[in-house]
């Protein structure tokens, strides 16, 4: 592993790959190194991670100024009015030249699945493309519950944003099917809260948790900003089924599983978890066994009432989870890399 040493220039340091043999090199951009990226004296072949392919293809500049627009509706923050004309009218540019060294390269562009990718190619046809997985199996976060834990954890990962993920239909549904219920499951909202998306307003989603709480629902909150790893995981491990209430139409430009990913699957293999997701999210067919869907969210209340009812149901869907995270394993994905490169 090398760091860059604190004071050392990113420009410098970047180039200085040259000096070591690779076979390629897997970049994560980051907004505030475009610029530098896109002056890298690359010396190896590059393969680019795209998490919002709606962001690097098919923008025209009609169509960047109508984004631009859309992005700042609703808000008078000047910090986000900068950051939104960066997006629009100064990173595509820069978004250019670092595809540029993709192709020259002989790279190739990443995504983090399959259904992106299919997307990916109905967009593109001058580019290869590979898939990698979020994240990977962790052995270590597949515990068994104590036989003191009686309660059904419902784990929803990420931070608490009604638009990202669905919340108050959720706590309505809860409100509605699960009242008897409610000394039977634990809610985890396993996430940190933050304030900087002006479409969220996390101290509306705080009052409803509240008055839940007040009516006997045992739900978890977690109120810093960002939840450190080790905590994360911790909590993650105690979990019996993964949530996923995410809006999976984000706007008219971005959807989850279709322009770019969503953690929530890839939190189910890393933990060996099962889930429960919106049957109209692509997730990865891996993990369909231990996946159930839901239509609406008074289907979702009928299902969690079938599971919390249940306790071998759940039994039995935590195993499938097990066999089909291990198809998740870093050999098993690192294998899978080097197959379908043949190079």
């Known amino acids: ?14 180039n200085e790959t040259g000096v070591y043999k690779l076979d390629r090199i897997y970049l994560v951009t980051l907004t505030k190194y475009f610029r530098t990226i896109s002056k890298w004296h690359l010396k190896t072949r590059l393969f680019l991670i795209i998490h919002n392919i709606d962001e690097w293809f098919g923008i025209s ?90 309660e059904l954890r419902i784990c929803v990962p990420g931070i608490l944003s009604q638009y990202r993920r669905n919340y108050l239909a959720l706590f309505n549904t809860m409100e509605t099917y699960l009242v008897e219920f409610k000394s039977l499951f634990v809610l985890d909202l396993l996430g940190g809260v933050q304030n900087e998306n002006q479409f969220d307003n996390p101290a509306l989603l ?91 969210f008074n289907n979702l209340g009928e299902i969690l009432v079938n599971l919390i009812s249940d306790q071998e149901k759940i039994e039995d869907l935590k195993k499938k989870a097990l066999e089909n995270s291990k198809k998740f394993s870093p050999e098993t994905v690192y294998e899978n890399i080097l197959n379908k490169q043949g190079h």
Request: charged share 25%; aromatic share 12%; hydrophobic share 35%.
């Open 61 to 150: 500049p009609a169509g960047a100024v109508r984004r631009f627009f859309y992005s700042i509706s609703g808000t008078t923050r000047l910090n986000l009015w900068i950051y939104f004309f960066k997006i629009s009218f100064i990173f595509p540019y820069y978004k250019k030249e670092i595809l540029r060294k993709v192709q020259k390269s002989d790279g190739c562009l990443v995504v983090l699945s399959r259904s992106v990718q299919n997307r990916l190619n109905s967009m593109i046809n001058n580019y290869t493309s590979e898939v990698i997985p979020f994240s990977l199996f962790d052995p270590s976060l597949a515990v068994e519950k104590t036989s003191s834990d009686k």
């Open 206 to 296: 705080l009052e409803r948790i509240d008055s839940l709480r007040r009516k006997g629902f045992s739900i978890i909150v977690h109120t810093v900003h960002f939840i450190v790893p080790v905590e994360y995981d911790k909590e993650l491990s105690k979990a019996d089924i993964i949530l996923g209430n995410m809006n999976v139409d984000l706007n008219r430009y971005s959807s989850y599983g279709k322009t770019k990913e969503t953690g929530i699957p890839f939190a189910m293999i890393r933990a060996a978890k099962p889930g429960i997701l919106p049957e109209t999210y692509p997730f990865p067919e891996e993990i369909s066994s231990s996946t159930l869907t839901y239509k609406d």
């Open 1 to 14: 592993m090398v760091i860059r040493p604190s004071g050392k220039k990113m420009e410098e340091f970047i």
